[in-house]
Each structure stands twice: as C-alpha cells, then as structure tokens.
T-cell receptor, first 114, second 109 residues
Framework: AQSVTQLGSHVSVSEGALVLLRCNYS??????LFWYVQYPNQGLQLLLK??????LVKGINGFEAEFKKSETSFHLTKPSAHMSDAAEYFC????????????FGAGTRLFVKA | NAGVTQTPKFRVLKTGQSMTLLCAQD?????MYWYRQDPGMGLRLIHY???????AKGEVPDGYNVSRLKKQNFLLGLESAAPSQTSVYFC????????FGPGTRLTVT
C-alpha cells in the first residue's frame, strides 16, 4: 500500500531564506511523485513531478525536488523564499503511469515572514 | 482550454435539501475525482470514476452519489444535506498528475 508523510504541518521561514518541505513516501512499485501548491481560496495546482529519469526535478516558481529512492524521500526546496510562496503544499504519490490512484499527504502550510 | 471547471462556486443549503455539483473537464481524461477538504483533514476522496459510465467509492462516500454519463462531466449529488457536509469540494481529472477545479464552498445550516 502507498502512503505519504509530510513532516511538519506548519513551516515558517523568513523572506530570502531557504525553504525545505519534507516528504517521505512508501510504495511497492516505482512511484510517480508530485508536489502541489494551494493558494488561499483556490484549487491545487501542480508544482512539479517526478516520473522517471533525472532524480532532480525543477518546477515552477523556482522550486525543485529530489527523488531519493534509498531514503524514500521527495523533499521540496527553494533557495530563497518570497512572500508570494506562502501557501499550502501537498506531496503525493501514484503507482506509475496509467494508474489513477493518487495518495496525498496531509499538507504543509508555509508561512513567509518579512 | 478551460481545464477543470466547477459549478456553483458557493452554495448555502438547509439541512435536508438536495443539490448537485457539476464538474466538467476538456482534457479528455478518463479519470475523474471528487474530494472534500476540511481544516486539518487534508483532501479526502469521496468518489471517483475511471471512465464514462463507471463510478466507485472513495474513503468518505456516505451521503453522496455520483454519475458519469459523459466522459467530460462528473456530477456529485447530495440527496439530503447535513451540517457535517459543510466543506469545500474539489473536482479533479487526470492521466498522470491531477488537474483540480477551483472548488465549491458549501455551507449546510
């Protein structure tokens, strides 16, 4: 069975500081991994995804994540936080291509202080 | 492309009333989903569909029904609304990643 654990329901950083949001997953088959972002009063939108190939994936707004199979992790980072990054972030895992079942983490709310 | 659209955006119901939420997608996706989002609960899957004419229960299906008569549409029905169904409802469709609609904020009084 698949599962996703996001460490920390709330993360607070100062503007310009490194953003690190942690995600660990479990999957019995090679996973597809995703990060979604949700701004207030909006739906979730895809930030980045890992399917196959290069384990460091870059997404929108300067975010990137690295798939580490040995650690079963897919942490999200951004070198320098901006006020507009304040949102809720969801990590998700899916069993490969063509399948439909996606498991979402509980979410991490990112606060950015001026 | 409009992506995934939902109607209505807001609705207030009295206990016992019924309503239907409409989701439409123009990406020709086979898979569609209905979620509810409540504070501190993350996203919870209500029902899903793997193709036209098929539906299946998710983790919180009680009190809801769905239909997928056309590939592009996925309807969520509440036959007798209860205050516990006050929530924000999201529809999504997918091949690999999921594409979400803007949400419907439902209040049941």
């Amino acid at each position: 069975a698949q599962s996703v654990t996001q460490l920390g329901s709330h993360v607070s950083v100062s503007e310009g500081a490194l953003v690190l949001l942690r995600c660990n997953y479990s999957s019995s088959v090679p996973p597809y991994l995703f990060w979604y972002v949700q701004y207030p009063n909006q739906g979730l939108q895809l930030l980045l995804k890992y399917t196959t190939g290069a384990t460091l994936v870059k997404g929108i707004n300067g975010f990137e994540a690295e798939f580490k199979k040995s650690e079963t992790s897919f942490h999200l980072t951004k070198p320098s936080a901006h006020m507009s990054d304040a949102a809720e972030y969801f990590c998700a895992v899916k069993e490969g291509t063509g399948g439909f079942k996606t498991i979402f983490g509980a979410g991490t709310r990112l606060f950015v202080k001026a | 492309n409009a992506g995934v659209t939902q109607t209505p955006k807001f609705r207030v119901l009295k206990t016992g009333q019924s309503m239907t939420l409409l989701c439409a997608q123009d990406m020709n996706h086979e898979y569609m989903y209905w979620y509810r989002q409540d504070p501190g609960m993350g996203l919870r899957l209500i029902h899903y569909s793997v193709g036209e004419g098929t539906t299946a229960k998710g983790e919180v299906p009680d009190g809801y029904n769905v239909s997928r008569l056309k590939k592009q549409n996925f309807l969520l029905g509440l036959e007798s609304a209860a205050p516990s169904q006050t929530s924000v409802y999201f529809c999504a469709s997918s091949y690999d990643e999921q594409y979400f609609g803007p949400g419907t904020r439902l209040t049941v009084t």
